[in-house]
């Protein structure tokens, strides 16, 4: 299953800016199924050095 990142970055930003705004961020079940589907299937090395720009 392939990701596409600027649809996911669409979704977080709008998460985000509910958050922001103080609005309750309730979200389907099948999407949040789909979200920790994707977490499971990502292994992310987190003591892996970092190159390049990061922004936090």
Same mark, same amino acid.
């Given at each position: 299953? &392939? $990701?596409? &990142?600027?649809? +996911? =970055?669409?979704?977080?930003?709008? %998460?985000? &800016?509910?958050?922001? #705004?103080?609005? &309750? @961020?309730?979200? !389907?079940?099948?999407?949040?199924?789909?979200?920790?589907? %994707?977490?499971? #299937?990502?292994?992310?090395?987190?003591? =892996? !050095? +970092? =190159?390049?720009? @990061? $922004?936090?």
């Amino acid at each position: 299953m &392939a $990701c596409d &990142a600027t649809k +996911i =970055e669409t979704v977080i930003d709008m %998460i985000d &800016a509910d958050i922001d #705004e103080g609005r &309750a @961020v309730l979200m !389907p079940e099948d999407l949040l199924v789909s979200m920790r589907q %994707i977490l499971e #299937e990502v292994y992310v090395d987190l003591d =892996e !050095p +970092i =190159e390049g720009d @990061v $922004c936090i």
